[in-house]
């Protein structure tokens, strides 16, 4: 996809490079004459345009009717691009109006979903570093999806962007909306935790990255409230004061060492899923 300003000329050379998507928003194209040539390029190489607004491309007129955190300035700063491309018969449109302020995206989406059925594509820009970020995009996006808005999404964070893919993957997980890959359950630990979990289920995480199969994988700090809690994993192992149990959907199915139970939890996962684990 690709995000072009002010140079319609770059959202050709996009159109013509084969880009699957292009981000312009026509009242900063320039004169009329340009946004058509780029919707024309676009229809015939039925390409979509995302219509982008965000916090810092708001008019100037919507800024002085509405305060810069207002919801109705972004949907209609976004409305108001819609019509420039559907006055050219131009409908092949995915709009999405980014806030860094979460209430401000949340509403402005829901407005947006009232105004029109165009695909909406949803974020909260400028969200911060990885953990402040992560945090903030899971509670925006995360509103907004559970609410049943959204059609794709991205993740901003200042860090490196595959962080960003990771969360976005995380978000849908945590929204029931992707059902791939492994889903760590983990207790928080509490006085009865006789085992380094903090380090064994980043361990797990860390090494099941890569799986496609979805399965809900339990590691949980003790064998007394351990299999009870696990009950809603696929697989699950539960230790302490140098004893492991593995478990499978709430039931105990193998003892061992502690020791063992990371290796036996990995095996377990590399059959049931087929997918090989690097140790
Ligand atoms: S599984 Fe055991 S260690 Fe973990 S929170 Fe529950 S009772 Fe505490």
């Known amino acids: 996809m690709a995000d072009i300003h002010f140079q319609y000329k770059l959202a050709l050379k996009a159109i013509e490079a084969g880009f699957d998507k292009i981000r312009i928003n026509p009242g900063n194209i320039g004169a009329e004459?340009?946004?058509?040539?780029?919707?024309?390029?676009?229809?015939?190489?039925?390409?979509?345009i995302r219509i982008g607004v965000n916090s810092g491309s708001l008019p100037k007129d919507l800024?002085?009717?509405?305060?810069?955190?207002?919801?109705?300035?972004?949907?209609?700063a976004a409305m108001r691009e819609v019509a420039i491309l559907e006055d050219m018969s131009f409908e092949n449109i995915v709009i999405?109006?980014?806030?860094?302020?979460?209430?401000?995206?949340?509403?402005?989406?829901?407005?947006?979903a009232g105004m029109c059925d165009y695909p909406l594509h949803i974020g909260i820009t400028e969200a911060g570093t990885l953990q402040t970020g992560s945090i903030k995009s899971s509670v925006g996006i995360g509103a907004i999806l559970l609410t049943g808005i959204g059609d794709t999404l991205r993740v901003s964070?200042?860090?490196?962007?595959?962080?960003?893919?990771?969360?976005?993957?995380?978000?849908?997980?945590?929204?029931?909306?992707?059902q791939e890959g492994v889903e760590v359950i983990s207790c928080p630990t509490c006085g009865r935790c006789q085992i380094d979990l903090i380090s064994?289920?980043?361990?797990?995480?860390?090494?099941?990255?890569?799986?496609?199969?979805?399965?809900?994988?339990?590691?949980?700090?003790?064998?007394?409230?351990?299999?009870?809690?696990?009950?809603?994993?696929?697989?699950?192992?539960?230790?302490?004061?140098?004893?492991?149990?593995?478990?499978?959907k709430g039931e105990i199915v193998r003892r061992m060492t502690e020791a063992e139970l990371e290796t036996a939890l990995l095996d377990e996962i590399e059959s049931m899923t087929g997918e090989k684990i690097k140790r």
């Open 200 to 248: 064994l289920a980043e361990s797990i995480e860390e090494k099941t990255r890569h799986i496609k199969t979805p399965l809900k994988v339990a590691v949980m700090g003790c064998a007394v409230n351990g299999p009870g809690e696990a009950a809603a994993a696929d697989i699950g192992i539960a230790g302490g004061e140098g004893k492991g149990i593995l478990i499978k």
């Open 33 to 48: 004459w340009k946004v058509r040539e780029v919707t024309g390029a676009a229809k015939d190489a039925e390409v979509p």
């Open 96 to 112: 999405s109006v980014k806030s860094t302020n979460t209430q401000t995206a949340f509403w402005a989406y829901h407005m947006l």
């Open 157 to 178: 964070l200042t860090a490196d962007p595959v962080h960003e893919v990771r969360v976005a993957k995380q978000i849908l997980t945590a929204c029931n909306l992707q």
């Open 63 to 76: 800024l002085e009717k509405y305060d810069h955190d207002d919801p109705h300035a972004f949907a209609e």
